[in-house]
């Protein structure tokens, strides 16, 4: 077993101290590979250096916030480490926000540096002018584009690590208790979130999904996921670089490209979401897994039947469980004789309760909210960056509470039964309703507008809105979802539309999106993608 997956002192738990002794040890092993390019443990490690030295000449410090809004690519590691390693925070931005998600990241708190691609910069350059807190703009792939009318000092990326070279790494004392990430989730009542994670959190994830799947030195785990998501940090990249395997980085996934890819590279390990195993078990055959090294995959989301089928189709055993970014993941399903029904039971170090709408715990069998807590120190969020309101209401009476619902049986099993919270996940993306309902809103006239789940053919969710026209307002779905399309990523646009009289409400006037969901299509609901496909 790796030495990196033991008990490791808190101080160490960093992802940048991991890859220096891994640079130290195995430096000519392959760390990355990405576009027909390997990249050695050496190689990132030195590129992260590079980084922290040319980060720290630029005024960026330990505490510090730096948006990135990035691809996928290799640069995305050498900046998570640089940053890492002077003890400033990455801000990872979605690469599908508009400027008005955007404009909220940049404004829940300082970020005073933001490093962007030329090619993603036109959103960003919209509301620069409206976040005084950004003072520079650090640019890949062509500066010049975005220099003129930006307002901002705008600098080149290879040009500022030019300038540092041979200037010394800054010497900082940097552990798994200090704040490492800002990631971004779903608003439920209002705007996304950034949560503020700790290193050794997102250490203890990567250790747990890289005991979970038994990867070694020998693994090839592709990653297809966005490395602004934890999911592409903690559970894929860190797997990887706590074990000394090596990682397939590829810019988005295809289900046509899968199989290809993994029979190219030797890939032996993969992470899907519902969605995902649905679209190969309904494009792909067994002939295309036929032979490859794929041994194993972690996720979560998938329907019961597509998780076994998989598995019997391809030979590939399946790993799941439960968790968020604020909670962790603590709830794994065991390996023998798992159940695919339930999400799993708790590792050590974590506790789980199921509690009413006053916080009591409630029997085995009985539906309430899921709170989970760790013992492990820094185990959890550290909190809601720049919103300590919504962080202590998260953290009533010490549990974090998930807004998700669920029961536990006599054995310790947790059966997760959908979401208490307006919440909505899109392909893996997580969708704010209050977002998608503000911007629905801004149309002439639309009265009221209600956002909710409903089931997807993939799996998972699609968007609908349920929109009131005001008096005498003729309302076309079609424009409507225009609207969206300019305004939300194109994972928050809402698929259905129903236009109604009126919405049902409580006695004090909240929307009963439960009344909505219990009828998700109707003779009046509008489908986009159906629209699209008739002949006109």
């Not at 990132?44 to 505490?63: L, T, Y």
């Not at 030195?217 to 670089?241: E, G, K, S």
């Not at 603590?330 to 798992?338: A, K, N, R, S």
């Not at 799993?344 to 029997?363: C, K, N, S, W």
Request: glycine residues 10%; hydrophobic residues 45%; charged residues 20%.
């Amino acid at each position: 077993m790796s030495e990196f997956l033991g008990p490791l002192p808190l101080a160490e738990q960093v992802a940048a101290h991991i890859l220096r002794r891994q640079a130290q040890s195995i430096g000519g092993r392959t760390f990355v590979t990405f576009g027909g390019r390997d990249l050695s443990y050496r190689e990132v490690d030195a590129s992260s250096d590079r980084v922290a030295a040319a980060f720290r000449a630029i005024g960026a410090q330990k505490g510090t916030r730096v948006g990135l809004l990035l691809a996928n690519r290799p640069e995305y590691l050498d900046l998570w480490f640089g940053l890492s390693r002077i003890g400033a925070l990455q801000v990872p931005i979605n690469t599908a926000y508009r400027a008005p998600q955007i404009l909220h990241v940049l404004k829940r708190a300082p970020v005073p540096l933001v490093v962007v691609e030329a090619a993603l910069a036109a959103p960003l350059l919209e509301v620069l002018d409206q976040v005084p807190e950004v003072r520079t703009v650090v640019v890949l792939d062509g500066s010049e584009r975005v220099r003129a009318g930006c307002g901002k000092t705008v600098l080149d990326y290879p040009q500022v690590l030019a300038d540092a070279a041979g200037l010394p790494v800054p010497a900082e004392k940097v552990g798994g208790a200090d704040a490492g990430a800002v990631m971004n989730t779903s608003g439920t009542t209002g705007p996304s979130k950034g949560v503020l994670l700790s290193h050794a959190q997102q250490y203890i994830l990567g250790r747990n999904i890289a005991n979970d799947l038994g990867v070694t030195a020998d693994d090839v785990y592709y990653n297809c996921f966005p490395m602004f998501h934890n999911t592409a940090q903690a559970m894929i990249t860190l797997p990887v670089l706590l074990t000394g395997a090596r990682m397939v980085l590829v810019e988005r996934f295809t289900a046509s490209g899968f199989w290809p890819e993994v029979r190219r590279h030797g890939v032996t390990l993969f992470y899907y979401i519902g969605e995902t195993l649905r679209m190969l078990l309904k494009s792909t055959s067994a002939e295309d897994g036929r032979g490859t090294r794929l041994r194993a995959g972690w996720g979560i989301g998938a329907a019961p039947k597509d998780f076994l089928d998989f598995q019997a189709r391809h030979g590939v055993v399946l790993r799941s469980g439960y968790g968020s970014t604020e909670g962790n993941v603590g709830i794994y399903l065991p390996h023998e004789h798992p159940d695919p029904a339930s999400v799993g039971r708790a590792l050590p170090g974590f506790h789980v309760r199921i509690a009413d709408e006053t916080d009591q715990p409630l029997p085995p069998g009985v539906t309430g909210e899921i709170l989970v807590r760790g013992t492990e120190p820094c185990t959890t969020m550290l909190g809601y960056d720049g919103d300590p309101k919504a962080t202590l209401e998260a953290w009533r009476d010490l549990w974090f509470h998930t807004g998700d619902a669920g029961y536990l049986d006599a054995a310790g099993n947790l059966y997760f039964m959908g979401r208490v919270r307006d919440a909505i996940r899109v392909r893996g993306e997580s969708v704010s309703a209050f977002e998608v309902e503000e911007a629905i809103a801004e149309v002439p006239g639309v009265l009221e507008v209600a956002a909710i789940a409903v089931p997807s053919e993939l799996g998972g969710d699609d968007v609908k809105i349920v929109v009131v026209p005001a008096s005498g307002a003729a309302l076309d779905p079609r424009a409507l979802v225009e609207h969206a399309q300019a305004r939300l990523p194109k994972f928050a646009v809402p698929r259905y539309v129903e236009i109604v009289d009126a919405l049902p409400k409580t006695e004090t006037n909240k929307v009963r999106k439960n009344v909505l969901r219990a009828a998700p299509f109707t003779a009046a609901t509008w489908d986009r993608v159906a629209a699209a496909a008739k002949p006109t």
